[in-house]
């Protein structure tokens, strides 16, 4: 399908950010004249005079506002469909505009930092501060970890060489992998990334096996260029750290967004006590399939079939507003806004970004983007991508600028919270067993990859870095002998351990943005709490949870998870977490 055959109601407005592109083309005109020779320098050597310092955030605000809508309508118009040129250059032109703008504003951080610490406490307790308070606290706090000016310009001119090490894994993963042709519904059909998770989810076990050793040949043929690649981007997360004066690549990165490092702490430790019950379901996957070997390869067949809940989008969206009804009609009528003003991108057509996405900018309604197929997964897609623009949404009307970004350890919270109140919606309104199977194997197979999974990776990338910091090189055989054994500790006893897997880590692209994807592991684990407090509290767990939304980036993202009543500096999210899943499984094993 051509985009021009989508009805003009499943398209998102881009012309609600610049109504036509001549105008977009005006106001990126605009912005260059008008700052990319501006005096900056004027405001060097000034920051701790207060006039001076209000001045400077406040045009660093303005021109991030402005730009921000240039890049958002030019990511939005080229995903659309990709290959159109002129969105691409536009892509291409506002990054320039970006790194250009803003290495000029490089001095800020480094020159707070050097203020007299009265000086910082006096702008931070000053109210026309406010909306800079926790940004200039962070300041205050990173003081032992930020350099001259001089030196952090430096170090923001390097960005793109020292991002490169992701660039060369994305081009050996997609335009270098040459992948192989393989047995699909009895066709020789040339392998791929998205092709790859069709097959493994599916009932063909000689399909799945095939694809499995052939998908892991393809690593391993580049197998030492993908190492070298990650070596090297461990060992530029090693260098900040060395000039940073960090600990470790880990205290950095937990620094970086102001989280504590017992979160991470409390997290690998209550998924290693939760282990014997990961160990029990892949045990039960093996006898529920009657696979007389259960291989990796196995573990996305689906326990129960013919049970898929297949909507047009009208409808699959009335159920997610449905389904979100505990928390609230202000909640729903907000569902409700989105979809009738031009929010969402529905339909797949030719040429668009594959897969779904939330976006969304201070001076605009949140977007998302989506591939709507009519599948189960796909339904829960869209409320998961509708927490998003919601969270988006509070924040930006609650919050000014400077505070309204939440940071991603809190991102994948809403969106999770609208999955598992669905989920639970759906499991509660049907009298189907079949249903009710297929339900409760979807949930467990989200949490199994969302918090177990995540967190073996996570596991991956502390004890990677610890051996790096430690001055061990990592190499092929060190790094899938660390996986291999962590593969083995995670599932257990009740799968066979294929080979291929210890170079599992060699093609998961996260790991180039070191020590992320824990948060996908402590959302699931918030959503988890945060549902059992709505459902079984009510309205006043949903105003904190509204709170919640509401906070933006105005504290720590620790403290802001406070208001929605879960504390992961206590072990007690963590083990609700956890026995949710031992929960599930019981309640799985109840309706064989």
Not at 122 to 134: H, K, L, M, Q, S
Not at 292 to 304: A, F, R, S, T
Not at 404 to 424: C, G, Q, R, W
Not at 425 to 431: F, G, R, V
Request: aromatic fraction near 12%; proline fraction near 3%.
């Amino acid at each position: 399908m051509e985009r021009k055959d989508v009805a003009e109601n499943l398209k998102w407005r881009a012309s609600d950010i610049f109504a036509t592109d001549e105008a977009w083309e005006a106001e990126y005109a605009a912005i260059e004249a008008e700052y990319s020779n501006y005096d900056f320098s004027k405001f060097q050597g000034k920051l701790g005079q207060r006039e001076v310092l209000l001045d400077c955030l406040r045009l660093n605000d303005q021109i991030s506002r402005r730009i921000e809508k240039l890049y958002l309508y030019a990511h939005m118009r080229n995903d659309e469909d990709l290959r159109i040129a002129k969105y691409t250059s536009a892509n291409a032109k506002v990054g320039a505009l970006i790194s250009k703008i803003f290495a000029e504003f490089s001095f800020m951080e480094p020159e707070l930092t050097s203020l007299d610490d009265a000086v910082l406490q006096g702008f931070i307790n000053d109210p026309e501060f406010a909306p800079y308070d926790y940004m200039l606290r962070k300041i205050a706090d990173s003081k032992a970890h930020v350099l001259s000016a001089a030196e952090e310009r430096l170090l923001t001119l390097g960005g793109d060489v020292m991002r490169g090490f992701q660039g060369i894994f994305m081009m050996m993963n997609n335009a270098n992998l040459n992948l192989p042709t393989a047995s699909l519904n009895g066709e020789e059909t040339r392998m791929s990334h998205g092709l790859y998770g069709v097959v493994l989810h599916g009932e063909n076990a000689e399909e799945r096996e095939e694809w499995f050793k052939k998908y892991y040949g393809a690593y391993i043929k580049l197998i030492d260029s993908i190492t070298q690649a990650y070596y090297g981007n461990v060992k530029k997360n090693i260098f900040y750290k060395t000039v940073r004066k960090y600990d470790s690549c880990l205290q950095m990165a937990l620094h970086g967004e102001d989280v504590a490092p017992i979160v991470y702490e409390n997290l690998i430790e209550a998924v290693h006590e939760a282990l014997p019950v990961m160990h029990d379901y892949i045990s039960l996957r093996k006898e529920v399939t009657g696979l007389k070997e259960q291989h990796m390869y196995d573990i996305y067949v689906p326990l129960v079939s013919n049970a898929d809940i297949k909507l047009p989008f009208e409808e699959a969206y009335n159920l997610v507003i449905e389904g979100l009804a505990p928390l609230g009609e202000d909640y729903q009528n907000l569902l409700r806004k989105g979809k009738e003003e031009g929010w969402i991108d529905v339909c797949e057509t030719e040429g668009k970004r594959a897969g779904a996405y939330s976006s969304g900018v201070y001076d605009t309604h949140p977007y998302v983007l989506l591939n709507y197929q009519e599948t189960t997964n796909d339904i829960f897609t869209v409320a998961h991508e509708m927490g998003h623009a919601l969270h988006t949404y509070k924040s930006n009307e609650t919050q000014p600028y400077a505070k309204a970004n939440y940071t991603i350890f809190l991102a994948e919270i809403a969106s999770t919270v609208n999955e598992v109140l669905l989920l639970k919606h759906l499991y509660k309104k049907t009298d189907d067993k079949n249903l009710k199977k297929y339900l409760l194997n979807y949930y467990m197979d989200m949490i199994r990859a969302t918090l177990f999974r995540q967190t073996q990776f996570a596991e991956f990338e502390q004890i990677a870095h610890g051996k790096a910091e430690a001055g061990e090189p990592l190499t092929k055989d060190s790094l899938n002998a660390v996986y291999y054994q962590l593969n083995k500790d995670y599932y257990g006893e009740g799968i066979i351990h294929d080979e291929e897997i210890a170079y599992e880590w060699a093609r998961i692209p996260h790991f180039y943005t070191a020590f992320y994807v824990y948060k996908y592991a402590t959302g699931i684990i918030s959503a988890i709490s945060i549902v059992k407090r709505i459902l079984s509290e009510g309205q006043p767990a949903v105003d904190d949870y509204f709170r919640f939304l509401s906070s933006g980036g105005c504290d720590d993202p620790v403290s802001i998870l406070k208001k929605a009543g879960v504390d992961l500096t206590t072990k007690a999210p963590f083990k609700a977490a956890m026995e949710e899943f031992k929960t599930t499984l019981e309640e799985f094993k109840s309706l064989l």
